[in-house]
């Protein structure tokens, strides 16, 4: 497997970037029309952190992490390492090493599609990370990838500097032209669901604030005390 190292991709302006670090993955995913997710299966090592960065992405060969090494050296000041695989692997690819050479120009974390191992190290030194299994096992260093190119994730596509938002609810991708569109819009359902929290403290049904009750009758559900349910039930 040949490959590129593409040294100087565009990247999210980091003002939008720091924008969407002050919303929840699932309030990002839901203002750009629930799209963006990474899936599942990518979860965090740690709990109660949440990060975003701009992407530098990884594609290696399965249980090989040479090409992580080579992307260290294209990693800086706010980015987020993103690797995955050229087919599927759990082997555990990243440890305490790789993070104290990320941490050092900077990165924020790290999500891989594929193994992690050292999470205790990892969680003491607080570099967050996200990945599709935890292993032990170990890899070689044999064989060529890519850095900085597409990489897919679950189907989703992650391209070099786009933004990456990631917490305890997963991980979701921002392709960086609508970097700022999103924050926008983030802060203003962001801002509805205020509205809303404040309306259930006080009582307020979601059925009655949504218009759900219409929805129901809609969809043919009807209401019955449990007498005319049962009488109901006799009858069947």
């Known amino acids: 497997m040949s490959g590129v190292i593409v040294t100087d991709p565009p990247k999210a302006d980091p003002r939008d970037v720091d924008a969407l670090a002050g919303f929840g993955v ?3 995913s839901e203002a750009m029309g629930r799209t963006g997710l990474l899936g599942p299966g990518v979860r965090p090592i740690q709990q109660g952190v949440r990060v975003a ?3 530098v992405t990884v594609l290696s060969w399965p249980g090989d992490n040479l090409m992580i090494h080579a992307a260290v050296e294209q990693c800086g000041e706010g980015d987020i390492l993103v690797v995955t695989t050229t087919s599927p692997s759990t082997d555990g690819m990243f440890g305490e090493l790789f993070a104290t050479a990320l941490r050092q120009r900077g990165v924020r974390g790290l999500v891989i599609n594929a193994g992690i191992r050292d999470t205790q190290e990892l969680r003491e030194m ?3 990370a996200w990945s599709l299994a935890v292993s032990a096992q170990g890899t070689v260093k044999a064989t060529g990838g890519s850095v900085n190119v597409p990489v897919a994730i679950d189907g989703q596509v992650i391209r070099p500097g786009d933004v990456i938002l990631a917490d305890d609810d997963g991980v979701v991708v921002v392709p960086r032209e609508r970097a700022r569109a999103t924050a926008l819009a983030s802060e203003a359902r962001e801002a509805k669901e205020a509205r809303s929290r404040a309306a259930f403290l006080d009582g307020e049904l979601g059925l009655d ?3 759900l009750r219409e929805t129901l ?7 019955r005390t449990h007498e005319e349910y049962s009488r109901e039930g006799d009858r069947s």
Do not use: D, S
């Open 26 to 28: 699932a309030t990002v």
């Open 53 to 55: 960065g701009t992407a």
């Open 126 to 128: 607080e570099f967050p």
């Open 209 to 211: 604030r949504y218009g």
């Open 217 to 223: 009758k809609k969809l043919g559900v009807v209401y």
